[in-house]
């Protein structure tokens, strides 16, 4: 991938529409990747798991639209499933969310100008779940900085909707499935999980974290089923955080 | 008020926009309000991702352990054994999500039709 961009034209003035209309095709296009392709197998799994829990199809796919994250909406499915009420789900979700704040906090200063509003920006940090913000991450770059926003809005709104069509096909096809094809289906999700939430650790802690929440989830879950999941992040995330404290005094 | 408390077509939007959206957006909406404000590295970061990526682990060895579905009908060793070969994978195959993904359903699937 290139990082120095061609010595050509100057970018033509912001108020160029049509400029900002083909960086967002760009960014549309950018968005058809292995990652995204790898992001629709989960949401196939995904969409397996809200069949199972007896949310429908129209529903299921307003959640992709509104919520997008993928932990969010897990989250959330488990707390359908568990037969949760609103606000213990809302604060579920609420803690598995809290990472994309990091993420935005480190996406928009790739985006913004001084000329960038701020409405757009609120906007447009809808978009970010891991897998739009690895690749905008990734290639923003060699975009002028005036067309990022356009850009990225390309690549956010192209991956939602193709994962919308995705969550709508496997409820069309999914009724019909034998029982082994759908147990392969609902292995997706928990597996995609653990691989890329392994490489997304950004320190050591991280990983501590993910694998003390592993063992205690599910047996925190066999005496507390409802506070199962805030109860092993408080417990987890703070061990994690105390040896990550603990490791760096005696480094 | 559970996600089915009220027998009303709104409801379950209203749940999703109010349990999900909402309690992901309001995040989003912080790190844009932040955004050059704090230092990536900065310890109560630390903190925020260590709980958050333990709670979704927890997601994740609940769908394995106490999974629902056709995937409940699966022995719990095996879906364990998937799961860990899949991951196993990942660690030892130049970290690969898609071939961990290939790994785990090859050894399900086995177990599935040979057991």
Partial sequence: MTSERPAGPLPAPETDNLGNFRWFLRGAVAAISLPAFILACSFVGFAALALEAGVTMSQAVFMTAVVWALPSKVVLVGAIMAGNGLLAAAFAVALSAVRLTPMVVALVPEMRTPRTRLWVLYLLSHFVAVTSWVLALETIRNVPRARRTAYYGGLGSTLVFINMCVVTAVYLVARDLPPAASAALLLITPIYFLTSLWGSAREKAGNVAMALGLVLGPIVHLFAPGASLLATGAIAGLAAYGWHVWSRRTA | ?115
Avoid: H, K
């Fill in chain 2, 1 to 115: 008020m559970t996600f089915e408390a009220i027998d009303a077509w709104w409801w379950p939007y209203l749940f999703i926009l109010i349990g999900g959206a909402l309690a992901t957006d309001i995040w989003r909406f912080l790190g844009v309000f932040l955004a050059g404000g704090i230092a990536e590295d900065s310890d109560i970061l630390v903190l925020v991702r260590c709980v958050a990526t333990a709670l979704v682990a927890a997601v994740i060895a609940n769908l394995i352990v106490f999974p629902s579905g056709a995937l409940a009908d699966t022995p719990a060793a095996l879906r364990v054994g998937a799961a860990l070969s899949g991951f196993g994978a990942y660690l030892v195959l130049g970290r690969s999500v898609l071939l961990s993904i290939v790994v785990a359903e090859a050894v399900l699937l086995a177990g599935i039709f040979l057991l």
